[in-house]
């Protein structure tokens, strides 16, 4: 079975600082990893993707995430808080073997990002 | 790329009304559908997948249910709506690598 743990459900900083956004899974497979982001009332958009590939993972408005297996972490990271980056993200786990092919999501419960002016 | 329609993008209905809310996807063929909700201030509860046409596998019993009656076309709907239905239920279908794209979403009150 897989699951996946959001750390913090808020996390506040001021504009022009870093982001860090963290999440823990677990997985008896080889996962995929994703985040996604969600502004008020509109669906989510995929941020960035983890497949075995590189470790270091970039992603759009300048986001980027690290796999670490030893540690089951994929935290998500911004060096410089935009306003506009103010919104829930979540981070999302795939064990396709496990899902049997449905392409079972495990989505974590999400955290509130608040960016200060 | 994908893309994925929902209509209506909000409706309020009273308690004991039925229910039907449309996805459609462009961009794709035979993809995996899903219909999740997400209820004010909690995560994304599964509620249906489909595989294929006329093929549904359902995660959570409830008084909903869903249909594919095309490839492209998913269909969310209830009989009698409670208020527990409340809340923002999202269409997704699958893309290359297992990621999910998300339609924008419709955003149910029941009163």
């Known amino acids: 079975a897989q699951s996946v743990t959001q750390l913090d459900s808020h996390v506040s900083v001021s504009e022009g600082t870093p982001v860090l956004l963290r999440c823990n899974y677990s997985?008896?497979?080889?996962?995929?990893l994703f985040w996604y982001v969600q502004h008020p009332n509109k669906g989510l958009q995929l941020l960035l993707k983890?497949?075995?590939?590189?470790?270091l993972v970039k992603g759009i408005n300048g986001f980027e995430a690290e796999f670490k297996k030893s540690e089951t972490s994929f935290h998500l990271t911004k060096p410089s808080a935009h306003m506009s980056d103010a919104a829930e993200y979540f981070c999302?786990?795939?064990?396709?073997?496990?899902?049997?092919?449905?392409?079972?999501?495990?989505f974590g419960k999400g955290t509130h990002l608040i960016i200060q002016p | 790329s994908q893309t994925i329609h929902q209509w209506p993008a909000t409706l309020v209905q009273p308690v004991g009304s039925p229910l039907s809310l449309e996805c459609t996807v462009e961009g794709t063929s035979n993809p995996n559908l899903y219909w999740y909700r997400q209820a004010a201030g909690r995560g994304l509860q599964l509620l249906f997948y489909?595989?294929?046409?006329?093929?549904i596998s359902s995660e959570v019993p409830q008084n909903l249910s869903a249909s594919r009656p095309q490839d492209r076309q998913f269909i969310l709907s209830s009989k009698k709506l409670l208020l527990s239905d409340s809340g923002f239920y999202l269409c997704a279908c699958t893309g290359g690598l297992s990621e999910q794209y998300f339609g924008p979403g419709t955003r149910l009150t029941v009163t």
């Open positions: 997985s008896s497979y080889s996962p995929s």
């Open positions: 489909s595989v294929g046409i006329g093929q």
């Open positions: 983890y497949t075995s590939a590189a470790t």
């Open positions: 999302v786990v795939s064990d396709r073997i496990w899902s049997g092919g449905a392409d079972g999501l495990t």
